[in-house]
């Protein structure tokens, strides 16, 4: 599985941007998506997963009520909406798949999400 992703940029606060994840090669099938992000100076951490097939959802705490993520199978898209943006939101963004043993096996380049002040 490939992935790529795309729709970063920069926003201000109380801003909004969508992120999406287009998958190749293999399907996803019963694959987990998630986006991460990365801060500069902090460790990689988990922002909102989907399930492929079932659409269920998780949620970091800090995503909760403000992002939105959502799949479009016929697409082989994930995405990632992102309301109400704060500097602290700031990172770069990975899209990753769940492999057969039900890790992240398959990661996406960052995208760039800059929310200024």
């Known amino acids: 599985v490939q992935l790529q992703a795309s729709g970063g940029g920069l926003a201000r606060t109380g801003g909004s941007l969508s992120l999406s994840c287009t998958a190749s090669g293999n399907t996803l099938r019963s694959s987990v998506v998630g986006w991460f992000r990365q801060a500069p100076g902090k460790e990689r951490e988990l922002v909102a997963t989907?399930?492929?097939?079932?659409?269920?959802?998780s949620y970091a705490n800090f995503a909760k009520g403000r992002f939105t993520i959502g799949r479009d199978n016929t697409r082989k898209t994930a995405y990632l909406q992102m309301n109400s943006l704060k500097p602290e939101d700031t990172a770069l963004y990975y899209c990753?798949?769940?492999?057969?043993?039900?890790?992240?096996?398959?990661w996406g380049q960052g995208t760039l999400v800059t929310v200024s002040s």
């Open positions: 990753t798949a769940t492999g057969a043993a039900g890790k992240f096996d398959y």
């Open positions: 989907i399930g492929w097939r079932t659409g269920t959802t």
